[in-house]
């Protein structure tokens, strides 16, 4: 088992609530002189449905039932059947049950980022200089570069454009 003191005490912590430190490409550039081959070859090529790797096999099962959940209940909201089978879970349903409920996108996104970075902490558990840890910051960041996708005044710029171009069509008839 590979130990990372310096590249892990380097790294900042990562939160929900906060801005991603760096990008990805750049957690790339510190890990590639001090991780081996392959484990560099996982990081590169990591998703966040990845399951190969130290802790993204019970990341992924993890991720699949939430995205199982998260079309499941989506589907019935919309009075549609979902037949693909997955492993229910309470808590997961409770869950997506609030994000659903959430009053705009932006906030549901908080909830299950939120729930995912619990589940990553719990999966890391102990390990601190080691690959879970670094894997399971990898997948933090990935989920960092997710959110900053959502920009609140980008959003409404485009839903104003959108919105505009309905009205304009409607009038045109």
Request: aromatic fraction near 14%.
């Amino acid at each position: 088992m590979a130990s990372y003191y310096y590249l892990i005490s380097s790294l900042p912590d990562l939160r929900t609530d906060g801005d991603m430190p760096f990008s990805y490409e750049e957690f790339l550039g510190m890990c590639q002189s001090n991780v081996s081959e392959s484990k560099y070859e996982f990081l590169s090529n990591l998703t966040l449905s990845s399951d190969e790797g130290p802790l993204l096999k019970d990341w992924a099962a993890f991720y699949n039932n939430l995205m199982s959940e998260l079309n499941y209940q989506r589907s019935m909201n919309l009075g549609r059947a979902y037949l693909k089978p997955y492993d229910k879970d309470s808590v997961l349903t409770q869950v997506i049950g609030t994000v659903l409920a959430a009053k705009n996108p932006l906030e549901a996104e908080k909830i299950l980022l939120d729930y995912e970075f619990e589940n990553l902490d719990s999966l890391v558990g102990l390990h601190t200089f080691d690959d879970v840890y670094l894997f399971g910051y990898a997948v933090k960041l990935k989920l960092l570069e997710r959110q900053n996708c959502f920009v609140q005044e980008k959003g409404k710029k485009e839903f104003k454009r959108l919105f505009d171009q309905v009205q304009q069509r409607v009038y045109q008839l």
